[in-house]
């Protein structure tokens, strides 16, 4: 059976089709993937990291962003949407049109089904090019559950699970804790079977 391939496109090119597009997608290396939509779950914790992630930065150099910012690695050629992402000033952006980020500092992610290896493994090793890089967060939506990831002095990461909803977790690059029961205040699990 024959298969049909497409031609990769330049970072460029993909740019000009997702700035005009209807629907998000992500680039890796040449090629587009349409990203699934969220749910209520997801969507809640993504809400409430962005919020009290920008209420404890007011008046600081960093600020949080949701999944409108596109973030760019050149080495690892991908631009990816994180769920919510902190830069700190001077901000650095792609191109004129400031709509797609090339560093940052803390980058959380609400893991799903379709996108929990893909966050853990690949899309993590394309953040860690990143120059300011620092802290990497995944917070599960199916249980109370954090996986923090903080860069150390030597280049390597040091990993903390936490499922505790009293755990406070220190964002030491920008100054932060978040605590992980506030994160789920509002998300509803499917009950036990």
């Avoid at 953040?127 to 199916?142: G, I, M, V, W």
Wanted: proline residues 4%.
């Amino acid at each position: 059976m024959a298969t049909q391939t497409f031609p990769l496109l330049t970072v460029q090119q993909y740019l000009d089709l997702e700035r005009a597009a209807e629907f998000r997608s992500e680039y890796i290396d040449g090629q587009i993937y349409a990203m699934a939509g969220g749910g209520r779950n997801h969507a809640l914790i993504a809400m409430e990291v962005g919020s009290s992630l920008n209420r404890q930065l007011r008046g600081k150099s960093c600020a949080a962003a949701g999944s409108d910012l596109r973030l760019y690695s050149k080495q690892e050629k991908t631009l990816t949407y994180p769920d919510i992402v902190v830069f700190c000033e001077p901000a650095r952006f792609l191109d004129a049109d400031r709509d797609t980020l090339t560093d940052a500092t803390v980058i959380v992610e609400v893991l799903s089904k379709s996108t929990q290896n893909y966050d853990r493994g690949e899309k993590f090793r394309a953040y860690r090019t990143l120059p300011s890089f620092a802290e990497y967060l995944l917070l599960a939506q199916n249980e109370i559950r954090a996986e923090h990831h903080v860069r150390q002095p030597d280049g390597t990461w040091l990993f903390r699970e936490s499922k505790s909803p009293d755990t406070q977790i220190h964002l030491a690059a920008i100054g932060c804790t978040l605590t992980l029961g506030d994160l789920y205040e509002r998300v509803e699990f499917a009950p036990a079977s």
